[in-house]
């Protein structure tokens, strides 16, 4: 089943899980998330620093888990690309610790997509083994974890 915007507006954790509407293209949901985390992160950091938008992550982590797995069963797809509240969450954690800057935001965001997409171990591992809501939302914090080790060391050289 492929969500439309009735079955966005049908359920709170439908709307939360599908990114508030940026999971819908049929061509790269994930990096329509990931975008529209970008500035969704703008806003936030107008009222709170990076530190709280950090903290954030836990309460939003655990909202998505609950979103993404009755949205995923609503689907019948327990991982449906659509679902993207994952990539948001991830992407506020990445660019929490992120210059904020045109590069770094640019490096932040091609680095996540890269680990989303790519998911080297034991992301893979995780992504296959881990059910639900939980496990959607595991594989994306462990690839914010793999680009920020490596915006790290970008930054560590001065490249960033």
């Known amino acids: 089943m492929q969500p439309d915007r009735r079955f966005l507006f049908s359920h709170p954790a439908h709307f939360i899980a599908l990114g508030f509407g940026s999971g819908l293209p049929r061509k790269a949901p994930g990096t329509w998330g990931t975008l529209a985390a970008v500035p969704l992160y703008g806003l936030l950091s107008l009222v709170l620093g990076p530190q709280l938008i950090a903290l ?40 929490a610790f992120t210059p904020m800057t045109w590069l770094g935001w640019a490096l932040a965001f091609g680095l996540f997509r890269l680990f989303d997409i790519f998911k080297p171990w034991p992301i893979r591992w995780f ?34």
Do not use: Q, S
């Open 127 to 160: 992504d296959l083994r881990v059910p639900g809501g939980f496990g959607v939302m595991l594989d994306d914090l462990l690839a914010a974890g793999y680009a920020l080790i490596v915006l790290r060391a970008f930054m560590h050289f001065g490249w960033v």
């Open 56 to 95: 954030l992550c836990i309460p939003v982590f655990l909202l998505g888990w609950w979103a993404a797995d009755k949205t995923g069963k609503d689907l019948g797809v327990h991982d449906h690309g659509g679902i993207v509240i994952d990539e948001i969450v991830a992407m506020w954690l990445v660019l």
